[in-house]
């Protein structure tokens, strides 16, 4: 079984940080793509950043400046670095994976529980 295990989240104020960690384990062949979503009440699920095994990242507009993705492929484990936090960044966020489990099937995406951000005002 492939499990993402997250952790990080919190509460924390206005303009203070937080570093998420996601850990993907299990029967893993490899992994393509990394990344974070997040989902406030009664909103859709947003990509916040994103990261591609040769390092290539994106960032949602609201976020760039401010949040920082990065992967360590040796331990198959994806971080998002959060600054100067904000109160519309509470949400609960999502790790992603798009892996493969072995050479016979393609890549599917796997999901972590979520974790929540509470960013106090």
């Known amino acids: 079984q492939v499990q993402l295990v997250e952790s ?3 509460l924390v104020q206005a303009g203070g940080s937080l ?3 996601c850990a993907a384990s299990g029967s893993i062949f490899s992994i393509n793509a990394m990344g974070w979503y997040r989902q406030a009440p009664g909103k859709q699920r947003e990509l916040v950043a994103g ?13 760039k400046g401010r949040f ?6 040796a331990k198959n484990t994806v971080y998002l670095q959060m600054n100067s936090l904000k109160p519309e ?12 489990v072995n ?3 393609s890549d599917y995406d796997y999901w972590g529980q979520g974790t929540q951000v509470t960013v106090s005002s």
Not at 51 to 63: A, K, L
Not at 90 to 97: E, F, P, Q
């Open 8 to 10: 990080g989240g919190g």
């Open 68 to 73: 920082t993705i990065s992967r360590d492929n």
């Open 19 to 21: 570093r998420l960690s």
């Open 103 to 105: 050479l016979y099937f």
């Open 51 to 63: 990261i591609t095994s040769g390092g290539i990242t994106n960032y949602t507009d609201p976020v």
């Open 89 to 100: 960044d509470t949400a609960v966020y999502y790790c992603n994976a798009k892996l493969r």
